[in-house]
């Protein structure tokens, strides 16, 4: 079982947990008699997900516990007992009894490819392709967009928050991890359970919500938080810890119970004497990291206390951490160093020594990967980083799910040819789709990066000289060669009989002694840093959205001229593109010749029934800043005209 399996009812997830014109369009395929005729269909991405050079797959474990559900229950009595219920206008049964015993009896044998989780995907790869009789083919298609369009979000923030964190600098700001601190920030129970499991796979190592951390087999961490602080008489009080934990030793109870409700930290520690995060900002921050030295100090007089930091969450979160860092080297805390001689050491020379630090920093206070980064690369002294907002509100990818080839006759042959068919908007062509058994093939050069993809129809098989066309201009062709190995994207899930034929990753108990098995999230992750590691630093990096540094940029200089009484203000542009990060690399993708040829039949086929052309365009991304992708609409008036020759 999944994550899915874990986390929800099976009537929660029947197929009935689709959207509706899966159904009207299913009973009129029933009506043709074409319901059960062969279909492939694919899920792809126009673009990269927002801000990042390359996407992570991951949601794919949810869909196959779906599918799973469908072979073993299929709809129930009360799913059949709604879509009985559902009327026309005038109040007729919308759905005959004939369909409804159809989908009744309907049994699930879906074939399905997909990448495996952790994989890294691009534009226009089949991320998902799905083939068996068309009306079960598109019933998948909303839950299975649900599920990899929200967790491949997730893991690709992850990736590109634990690569921030994990990144060796030069500075010596210390490379730390990511704890996913989101359940109260989601829109959801499900969305936090769901998106804690792919923050995971995607690099992140603990969870403080424990269900997620339960389920999923994560670590379960946390610390205290503002309340118990404030809910003590003092952050710290007058007697040490040392005579704490003379009364402890000599039972006298009622005497400790009144110390420790005036001392919050100290109290703290007594708890958890061997690790802990002391929260030094409830008040003033300073004097809360002289109380968390204080405690600390005393906690390592008694041998205790070997794994403990402090916690900055408000205010200027990097400047504290570079105060802690020389608070704990003039105290002794970080091996090496003479702690009489800190003071002719400048903050840049401390933090080179950081890593021997016997006290370490937390951060939190809504951090991202861009805010993280931008902290270590000035000089930030954190080892755990806890990140709530930044994880749980990533927005769902816009990856679709399109028909790619199906038996059009209504008597079906299986030995028949598939119709390749696509989409092709001819007043948006970004939005056009590919024919045919979409593949991808992924081609590495000698030092085993990735240097391109190929995009090829299986059935035709890949152009004989390996031609192929840039799916960035299709003025271009060329014969790209990476000069070392290559392999296909899609591996099997379900094979054409429905059997579960998936090479799953490593499974672990989800926590010793439960007896149950889980998805190893670390084996997940480190195929994702493998991953990571075949792209070159262009297409890796991570850095904030132009658009967004411009438009900071933007509002300042306004701001800036209002407040000088200004009424119009000039902006050098050249100047202002110097001070813009440069923008990722991209894989370069390709469509196989043979494709190519197989998608302009289909433009053409499309063009002679529009009653007009596909608009010229070169760029078949989704762009949003290349005039060449748009393609004005057509007028009323040129559909009238139109209709007129008829």
């Known amino acids: 079982m999944g994550f899915i399996a874990d986390t929800y009812d099976v009537k929660q997830t029947t197929p009935l947990m689709t959207d509706?014109?899966?159904?009207?369009?299913?009973?009129?395929?029933?009506?043709?008699?074409?319901?059960?005729?062969?279909?492939?269909?694919?899920?792809?991405?126009?673009k990269e997900a927002k801000g990042a050079g390359y996407t992570v797959a991951a949601g794919l474990e949810g869909v196959i516990d779906v599918v799973k559900r469908w072979q073993t229950h299929g709809f129930t009595d009360d799913d059949i007992a709604y879509l009985r219920s559902q009327k026309t206008p005038s109040g007729k049964p919308q759905f005959p009894e004939e369909f409804l015993d159809y989908l009744k009896e309907m049994d699930f044998k879906l074939k399905i490819d997909a990448a495996p989780e952790g994989t890294v995907f691009f534009p226009q790869e089949?991320?998902?392709?799905?083939?068996?009789?068309?009306?079960?083919?598109?019933?998948?298609?909303?839950?299975?967009?649900?599920?990899?369009?929200?967790?491949?979000?997730?893991?690709?923030?992850?990736?590109?928050?634990?690569?921030?964190?994990?990144?060796?600098?030069?500075?010596?700001?210390?490379?730390?991890?990511?704890?996913?601190?989101?359940?109260?920030?989601?829109?959801?129970?499900?969305?936090?359970?769901?998106?804690?499991?792919?923050?995971?796979?995607?690099?992140?190592?603990?969870?403080?919500?424990?269900?997620?951390?339960?389920?999923?087999?994560?670590?379960?961490?946390?610390?205290?938080?503002?309340?118990?602080?404030?809910?003590?008489?003092?952050?710290?009080?007058?007697?040490?810890?040392?005579?704490?934990?003379?009364?402890?030793?000599?039972?006298?109870?009622?005497e400790l119970h009144d110390l420790l409700a005036q001392d919050a930290f100290r109290s703290f520690a007594m708890a958890h004497p061997e690790s802990g995060i002391l929260l030094v900002d409830t008040y003033d921050p300073l004097q809360g990291l002289e109380n968390a030295i204080t405690v600390i100090k005393e906690l390592h007089a008694e041998g205790l206390g070997q794994n403990y930091g402090v916690r900055f969450d408000s205010g200027d979160i990097a400047a504290y951490s570079k105060i802690a860092l020389r608070r704990f080297a003039e105290e002794g805390f970080i091996d090496g160093i003479d702690k009489n001689k800190t003071?002719?050491?400048?903050?840049?020379?401390?933090?080179?020594?950081?890593?021997?630090?016997?006290?370490?920093?937390?951060?939190?206070?809504?951090?991202?990967?861009?805010?993280?980064?931008?902290?270590?690369?000035?000089?930030?002294?954190?080892?755990?980083?806890?990140?709530?907002?930044?994880?749980?509100?990533?927005?769902?990818?816009?990856?679709?799910?399109?028909?790619?080839?199906?038996?059009?006759?209504?008597?079906?042959?299986?030995?028949?040819?598939?119709?390749?068919?696509?989409?092709?908007?001819?007043?948006?062509?970004?939005?056009?789709?590919?024919?045919?058994?979409?593949?991808?093939?992924?081609?590495?050069d000698t030092d085993s990066k990735l240097s391109h993809i190929v995009i090829y129809d299986e059935d035709l098989g890949l152009h004989p000289k390996r031609e192929a066309v840039n799916l960035r201009n299709f003025n271009e062709t060329d014969t790209p060669e990476g000069g070392g190995s290559t392999r296909d994207l899609l591996v099997p899930v379900f094979d054409k009989n429905g059997s579960y034929v998936y090479r799953e990753p490593p499974k672990k108990e989800a926590y010793p002694g439960s007896g149950h098995m889980v998805t190893d999230l670390a084996a997940v992750t480190k195929r994702v840093k493998e991953q990571l590691d075949t792209l070159y630093d262009g297409v890796r990096r991570v850095a904030r959205p132009r658009e967004e540094i411009l438009q900071k940029k933007m509002l300042r200089l306004f701001a800036e001229a209002k407040e000088s009484g200004q009424t119009e203000f000039k902006i050098d542009i050249a100047e202002l593109e110097k001070t813009l990060p440069p923008e990722n690399a991209h894989i370069p993708v390709y469509l196989d010749k043979n494709l190519f040829d197989s998608r302009m039949k289909c433009e053409k086929l499309h063009a002679a029934k529009a009653g007009g052309g596909v608009g010229e365009y070169q760029e078949r991304f989704e762009s949003g800043g290349n005039d060449n992708t748009k393609t004005a609409p057509r007028t009323a008036a040129h559909h009238k005209n139109r209709n007129r020759r008829f």
């Open 126 to 254: 089949p991320v998902l392709r799905v083939e068996g009789p068309v009306a079960q083919v598109k019933m998948l298609e909303s839950v299975a967009l649900c599920l990899i369009n929200g967790h491949s979000a997730y893991a690709t923030h992850a990736a590109r928050q634990s690569d921030v964190l994990e990144k060796p600098l030069e500075n010596g700001s210390p490379q730390g991890a990511a704890s996913v601190q989101g359940l109260r920030r989601g829109p959801s129970l499900g969305a936090a359970l769901e998106a804690s499991r792919s923050l995971g796979l995607g690099g992140y190592t603990s969870s403080s919500t424990g269900t997620a951390a339960k389920n999923a087999g994560q670590v379960f961490a946390g610390t205290m938080d503002h309340a118990w602080v404030m809910t003590h008489k003092n952050e710290i009080g007058d007697t040490p810890l040392k005579e704490l934990l003379k009364l402890e030793k000599e039972g006298r109870t009622e």
């Open 343 to 444: 003071a002719q050491m400048s903050d840049a020379q401390l933090l080179k020594h950081s890593g021997h630090c016997r006290v370490f920093c937390a951060a939190a206070d809504g951090i991202d990967e861009y805010s993280a980064q931008e902290m270590r690369e000035n000089g930030a002294f954190f080892k755990s980083w806890g990140i709530g907002t930044g994880g749980s509100h990533v927005p769902p990818l816009g990856l679709v799910y399109k028909a790619a080839a199906i038996y059009m006759d209504t008597l079906q042959d299986d030995n028949a040819p598939l119709t390749p068919v696509m989409k092709v908007a001819a007043h948006a062509p970004v939005k056009s789709s590919n024919p045919g058994r979409i593949n991808a093939l992924r081609h590495y």
């Open 20 to 46: 509706k014109y899966h159904f009207t369009t299913a009973y009129a395929y029933w009506r043709e008699g074409r319901a059960d005729n062969n279909a492939v269909f694919y899920m792809f991405g126009r």
